[in-house]
């Protein structure tokens, strides 16, 4: 190892870096013993500390990194094709529940009227967001979506919102305007000229703006809110009104690519993950029932 290291610190690695392997190191030779040659350092006892149960994913994860750099350093590379690599688990979003949404909202409106007595905000600030949190939630739109969209892009005759450009570079989508999507727009600012944007501070500009600029407000305005609100993980974001939105749909049993047209998802596979959310909802709820 410190032939290893040597190399690595002429060519530049930081000492931090260094101490890291060294951990990784140490731990491969906790599992051979002191004084053991290199070819006792089998497969299965580099397996034993690349998988140990008892650390973090991310610590397998560069264990696993770190054990291939110095065996491949050292020569080691027939044992190394024997070690399975740790897999990453399948992350699931972590939507904005319905209930989340109310008590957020609900702290949103406290915290604006003690901050108005105090004469600490200008009327309709803070809680124009408000409106914004519950459109997104029942129309499942991104936040550079929201910035960019007119009164012109609302067709309230065929009932749906028509999207420019999309994420993925899509032009000219549509999304469904559902009856209580339609109701929150009674809350969106006045004017309602065509060109207007449908969702704007008080102070905001009407008809131009940096949309990247609003886009990252009103993400701001969800984190402010979220950490007034002690009913709500902390670890939400502005993002997971839209991920609650896929979940509600899959929760009230539409399948995947159902879940996949209305968030416009380019893969089902991400569509799927949002019917194993509410999946595992389901089931909480069935063992409560038999508990």
Known sequence: FEQYAEEKKREGMKSSSLRSYRCTWDALIEQVGEGARLDDLTAKKIENVIHDGSVAESTRHKRFRHAKAILNHLGCTSVLDAVTEPQREDSLPTPVRKDDLSALTTALKEDYRAKRRDNRVQPGQMIWAIPV??????????????????????????????????????????????????????????????????????????????????????????????????????????????????????????????????MRHADVSTSMKYVRVANADLRDSMEGAFS
Not at 147 to 167: M, Y
Not at 185 to 212: C, I, M, N, Q
Not at 222 to 239: G, L, Q, S, T
């Open 133 to 262: 949190f519950r459109f997104v939630y029942h129309t499942g739109l991104r936040a550079s979506e929201i910035a960019s969209l007119r009164w012109k892009d609302i067709d309230t005759e065929a009932g749906v919102i028509r999207l420019r450009t999309q994420k993925n570079g899509t032009e000219n989508a549509t999304v469904p305007l559902v009856s209580k999507a339609e109701e929150i727009l009674k809350h969106a600012p006045r004017p309602r000229e065509p060109d207007a944007y449908v969702w704007r501070s008080p102070t905001g500009p009407k008809f131009e703006r940096s949309e990247g600029k609003f886009a990252d407000l009103v993400s701001e305005r969800f984190r402010k809110a979220r950490e007034k609100c002690d009913d709500v993980p902390n670890d939400r974001v502005f993002h997971d009104l839209r991920s609650g939105f896929a979940t509600h749909l899959a929760s009230n049993g539409l399948g995947a690519h159902e879940v996949r047209s209305a």
